[in-house]
């Protein structure tokens, strides 16, 4: 088995390989096979560059690093980090923009969007989150939250980071010699109300049938995973392969599941559905990564990630100065 250091690599490199892979084919509807084989092949060459995804969750392990959980500060973060050529959504620029203009961290999601986003921006950075509060359930979720509403202030948005967080905490402390996948989709059934209500704490209840929109795709996962070999046209109809929070990160839970001991080909799946692949790729990447250990992804598709600026080797320095800062706390 991994050791605790290699497993929190592999939450953040995994997240890392999953965007740069997916940002290549982002938006296509389905690619033919022979594009799918190109990808996997271990000569297929590629920048080995990320997205905003990867940037903004390198923003999250500098805060934590910097001054632990500080909303403000993360907030800083993502604009002093921010370079728009790395894909970042209309809302997301509109948010930098009135963080540079000075606005609360805590005022400029209402002010982007209104009603507030439920987009994936909150989960597919939030791996950091994950892993160095895997020890404190309500540290985790808490700051989960207050990572998400900094971008998103719709429950469906925040309830997508945070879930996404508690996903990856688990995978982090489980062995993957015994993992069993329905036990870890009931843990999240069951967990999923909980979670809701500490949402709503932040955001605000909304009335309708969707407000339990987790809780029904958790249990189509479940369905799923029961059924086998589910055809992947099904699993992107039901669950969808979109930028919704709430269509796209229990996808990436259910293809983390199917694949759990080779969450390379999990991110395959994600690639082959087509539509917002570079985060679905990336969470799938991060979950699977915390449970494996970094040694579970191709050495070479590793190896071919960018390393100019904070690329691979700064990322790998941050996840292990986060682990030596989780020693120095005592929780390891």
Same mark, same amino acid.
């Given at each position: 088995?991994?050791?605790?250091?290699?497993?929190?690599?592999?939450?953040?490199?995994?997240?890392?390989?999953?965007?740069?892979?997916?940002?290549?084919?982002?938006?296509?509807?389905?690619?033919?096979?022979?594009?799918?084989?190109?990808?996997?092949?271990?000569?297929?060459?590629?920048?080995?560059?990320?997205?905003?995804? !990867?940037?903004?969750? *390198?923003?999250?392990?500098?805060? +934590?690093? &910097?001054? $632990?959980? /500080?909303?403000?500060?993360?907030?800083? %973060?993502?604009?002093?980090?921010?370079?728009?050529?790395?894909?970042?959504?209309?809302?997301?620029?509109?948010?930098?923009?009135?963080?540079?203009?000075?606005?609360?961290?805590?005022?400029?999601?209402?002010?982007?969007?209104?009603?507030?986003?439920?987009?994936?921006?909150?989960?597919?950075?939030?791996?950091?989150?994950?892993?160095?509060?895997?020890?404190?359930?309500?540290?985790?979720?808490?700051?989960?939250?207050?990572?998400?509403?900094?971008?998103?202030?719709?429950?469906?948005?925040?309830?997508?980071?945070?879930?996404?967080?508690?996903?990856?905490?688990?995978?982090?402390?489980?062995?993957?010699? !015994?993992?069993?996948? *329905?036990?870890?989709?009931?843990? +999240?059934? &069951?967990? $999923?109300? /909980?979670?809701?209500?500490?949402?709503? %704490?932040?955001?605000?209840?909304?009335?309708?049938?969707?407000?339990?929109?987790?809780?029904?795709?958790?249990?189509?996962?479940?369905?799923?995973?029961?059924?086998?070999?589910?055809?992947?046209?099904?699993?992107?109809?039901?669950?969808?392969?979109?930028?919704?929070?709430?269509?796209?990160?229990?996808?990436?839970?259910?293809?983390?599941?199917?694949?759990?001991?080779?969450?390379?080909?999990?991110?395959?799946?994600?690639?082959?559905?087509?539509?917002?692949?570079?985060?679905?790729?990336?969470?799938?990447?991060?979950?699977?990564?915390?449970?494996?250990?970094?040694?579970?992804?191709?050495?070479?598709?590793?190896?071919?990630?960018?390393?100019?600026?904070?690329?691979?080797?700064?990322?790998?320095?941050?996840?292990?100065?986060?682990?030596?800062?989780?020693?120095?706390?005592?929780?390891?």
């Amino acid at each position: 088995m991994a050791t605790f250091l290699e497993k929190l690599k592999g939450g953040v490199i995994g997240a890392f390989l999953g965007d740069a892979l997916g940002k290549e084919v982002e938006g296509r509807k389905r690619l033919p096979e022979e594009s799918i084989k190109e990808i996997e092949s271990p000569g297929y060459v590629w920048d080995g560059d990320y997205t905003d995804d !990867t940037e903004m969750m *390198i923003s999250i392990m500098e805060a +934590l690093l &910097e001054r $632990e959980f /500080d909303p403000e500060l993360l907030a800083q %973060k993502f604009v002093e980090n921010y370079h728009s050529y790395r894909g970042y959504g209309r809302g997301a620029k509109k948010v930098i923009r009135l963080l540079k203009e000075g606005h609360s961290w805590s005022e400029v999601a209402k002010l982007s969007f209104p009603g507030g986003s439920f987009g994936n921006g909150a989960a597919m950075r939030i791996a950091p989150i994950g892993l160095f509060y895997f020890y404190d359930e309500n540290l985790l979720i808490k700051n989960a939250i207050l990572s998400s509403i900094i971008t998103h202030y719709h429950p469906l948005g925040v309830e997508g980071g945070v879930l996404m967080a508690y996903a990856i905490s688990m995978a982090l402390k489980k062995d993957p010699r !015994t993992f069993l996948p *329905i036990d870890f989709l009931d843990v +999240l059934i &069951e967990k $999923e109300a /909980d979670i809701r209500e500490e949402v709503y %704490k932040y955001t605000y209840r909304y009335e309708g049938e969707d407000k339990e929109i987790y809780l029904y795709a958790l249990k189509k996962a479940k369905g799923f995973l029961l059924e086998n070999g589910v055809n992947l046209s099904r699993v992107k109809r039901q669950l969808g392969t979109s930028s919704k929070a709430h269509r796209s990160v229990v996808t990436a839970i259910y293809l983390f599941l199917k694949h759990f001991d080779t969450p390379f080909e999990g991110m395959m799946d994600a690639i082959r559905m087509g539509g917002d692949t570079d985060t679905i790729a990336c969470m799938v990447g991060a979950i699977g990564g915390a449970l494996n250990g970094m040694g579970v992804f191709p050495t070479e598709k590793i190896d071919r990630l960018t390393d100019e600026g904070k690329g691979k080797s700064y990322v790998l320095s941050l996840s292990e100065k986060l682990y030596k800062r989780l020693k120095d706390k005592g929780v390891l």
